[in-house]
């Protein structure tokens, strides 16, 4: 779906069409901070670095995230046991269901969600259960709905709030329920905190770690990418239950060797230095002002939009009539803009389209103001 959009765009700047707006990528536009940049320089000079690193990260990178651990959740980690790098959390999330499913066990997959949950379930050869999220339940599993023998059957369970694509966080009561859920029914649960730093009004996600039995209940996974705007460096870790953790290393070490010792160097820049500086709240006072201008727009024209409480994502229901396919071509075709149909998240996407904010302010300004207008052609709705 993404590739044939992308094949457009190309095919479109080809043509000279220099005006597109880009909703569709969830890869933060601006730099890596310096500091980072210089410290893998500075790493990657030294010989001792050009060696194959160790499977579970360097101790001095675990013992940062251990420390950040603390510093941001208040929570105790063992960098020893508790805590594994990883090549973008992305890599994590996929080969845990390697580690967990055997054949004809149930995983259970958030619909719409990040594709990587449902893609490692169907290479561990798990059977894929789709769990909706819709606006009627919150964007929340119904864990309720699952029968006895699903329950049964369920090895693994993926939640991720901040949620990518819908831009909500879980209430608390939310996760101590999914807590006792996967506890009871010795389910793993893997919390994918991808947006543990994108959040908006000072409302600070909670990382699964801080819930009581969230530990014994599953792992945590952790990424650069957002954060520090680092998505290309692909660093990310799993934190959290020991046993999680080794079951995890065991298929890692089959497939990788490691991630380049200055890319943990530059992990432990971000996590040291960049994360005592203001450049956490610069960012998010930055998508927060993108966020703001989307959402003003939407209400200006009557379209009901969710406001996001976090990560750098919109959720917004198409016109009556339309798929999320084809509107998401028509915004391309007559607009310029790039989105991301939502059905490239799960069928339960349909009638949405999903926009990334990680672009500068101009072209968030001129990118709603033509969604806007497509919507206000389409379905007829008055500006206010
Ligand atoms: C919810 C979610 N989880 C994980 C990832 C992957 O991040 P990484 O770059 O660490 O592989 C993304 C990337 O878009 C994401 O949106």
């Known amino acids: 779906m993404f590739s044939i959009l992308d094949e457009k765009v190309y095919k479109y700047r080809e043509m000279g069409r220099t005006d597109i707006v880009d909703f569709g990528k969830a890869d933060p536009d601006h730099p890596t901070p310096d500091s980072i940049v210089k410290r893998l320089q500075e790493t990657a000079a030294d010989p001792e670095n050009h060696h ?27 960098p020893e046991t508790e805590v594994l790098a990883l090549l973008g959390s992305k890599e994590g999330l996929f080969h845990i269901s390697l580690a967990y499913l055997q054949r004809g066990d149930i995983g259970l997959v958030p619909d719409p969600s990040f594709p990587a949950y449902n893609d490692g379930v169907f290479f561990a050869g798990g059977d894929i259960l789709r769990m909706p999220l819709t606006k009627q339940n919150g964007y929340l599993p119904d864990l309720d709905a699952l029968t006895a023998e699903q329950r ?21 009561a939310y996760m101590k329920k999914a807590i006792q859920f996967c506890t009871d029914n010795e389910i793993l649960l893997c919390y994918d905190h991808a947006y543990a730093e994108t959040y908006f009004d000072g409302n600070k996600p909670k990382s699964l770690l801080e819930f009581e039995g969230g530990k014994a209940a599953g792992v945590e996974f952790f990424t650069f990418s957002k954060s520090f705007n680092m998505a290309g ?30 890319i943990q160097f530059a992990g432990v820049e971000a996590l040291e230095h960049v994360t005592h500086t203001d450049f956490l709240d610069q960012q998010r006072a930055e998508y927060q002002r993108r966020r703001d201008y989307a959402v003003k727009k939407f209400q200006e024209i009557g379209w009901d939009v969710h406001k996001p409480e ?13 798929t999320s396919m084809d509107f998401a071509n028509l915004l391309l075709d007559d607009y310029s803009v790039v989105v991301a149909p939502g059905t490239a998240f799960g069928e339960t996407g349909e009638g949405y389209v999903r926009i ?21 052609k389409l379905a007829g709705v008055t500006t206010h």
């Open 52 to 78: 194959y690193p160790a499977f579970r990260g360097s101790l001095f990178l675990r013992q940062h995230i251990a420390k950040y651990y603390k510093e941001r959740f208040g929570v105790d980690v063992n």
């Open 152 to 172: 049964k059957r369920a090895k693994i369970l993926f939640l991720n709030y901040p949620n990518n694509p819908t831009g909500v966080l879980a209430p608390p």
């Open 233 to 262: 460096w692909r660093l990310g870790a799993a934190v959290g239950n020991e046993e999680v953790i080794n079951s995890l290393l065991v298929v890692q070490s089959h497939i990788n060797s490691g991630i380049f010792a200055p």
């Open 310 to 322: 976090a990560t750098v994502y919109l959720w917004v229901p198409v016109p009556k009539g339309s």
């Open 356 to 376: 990334s904010l990680t672009t500068e302010y101009v072209n968030v300004e001129k990118g709603i103001d033509r969604i806007c207008a497509a919507i206000v």
